[in-house]
C-alpha cells in the first residue's frame, strides 16, 4: 500500500501574501505621508527664513545707520 502523501493547501500561503501586501501598502502610505509633512515643514522654515532675513535688513536700514550688505 503507497503512503498517501499529504495534501498541500496554499490556501494559507496565498492569505498571508494578502495580509502582506496590504502590510507593505500600508507602511508605503505612511512613509508618503511623513516625506510631504517634512517637505511642508521644510517649506514652511524657508519661509520663515526669508521673513526674519526682511524684518532684519528692514531693522539694519532703520536703526543701523544704512542699507544692510549682503556678503
Known sequence: MPSAAPPTSHAGSEG????????????????????????????????????NQELRDQWIARFGGGVPLDG
Open 16 to 51: 498571508l501574501q494578502t495580509l502582506f501586501a496590504w502590510q507593505a501598502a500600508c507602511f508605503d502610505s505612511l512613509v508618503q505621508a511623513q516625506c510631504i509633512q517634512l517637505q511642508a515643514l521644510a517649506a514652511w522654515q524657508r519661509s520663515c527664513i526669508a521673513v
